[in-house]
C-alpha cells in the first residue's frame, strides 16, 4: 500500500523541541520533493517546509523560519522536520506530503 505515515507529535512546553517523522511505504521518495504542512484548529492548511530529492534545497515559511529543520533519509525513505524553540501557535495537525499523497498527520499541542 502506498502511504506516508507521520509519527512523533505530541504535547510540549513552549521553547521546547519536537522532531517529527514521516515514513513512506509503498514506494521510494528517493525522486519525489516533499513537504510539511500544518493545520490548526478552525483554519485552512498551512505550507511549513518543502525539501527537494536530493535534500540540497529546502524552504520555509516566515513563521517557522530559524527554528524548524527539514531533512530526508533516502536510504530509509523517511522525511523529518526538526522543531525548536515552539511557540503556542505552533499548535496543529502536521502532515507530510508528496504532490499526489498525503500522511493522516500527528498532533503537536504547544502549550504551558
Do not use: H
Request: charged fraction near 15%; proline fraction near 3%.
Amino acid at each position: 500500500e502506498v502511504q506516508l505515515v507521520e509519527s512523533g507529535g505530541g504535547l510540549v512546553q513552549p521553547g521546547g523541541s519536537l522532531r517529527l517523522s514521516c515514513a513512506a511505504s509503498g514506494f521510494s521518495i528517493s525522486n519525489t520533493a516533499m513537504n510539511w504542512v500544518r493545520q490548526a484548529p478552525g483554519k485552512g492548511p498551512e505550507f511549513v517546509s518543502s525539501i527537494n530529492s536530493r535534500g540540497s534545497d529546502t524552504s520555509y515559511s516566515d513563521s517557522v523560519k530559524g527554528r524548524f529543520t527539514i531533512s530526508r533519509d533516502n536510504a530509509k525513505n523517511t522525511l523529518y522536520l526538526q522543531l525548536a524553540s515552539l511557540k503556542i501557535e505552533d499548535t496543529a495537525m502536521y502532515y507530510c506530503s508528496t504532490l499526489t499523497l498525503r500522511g493522516q498527520g500527528t498532533q503537536v499541542t504547544v502549550s504551558s
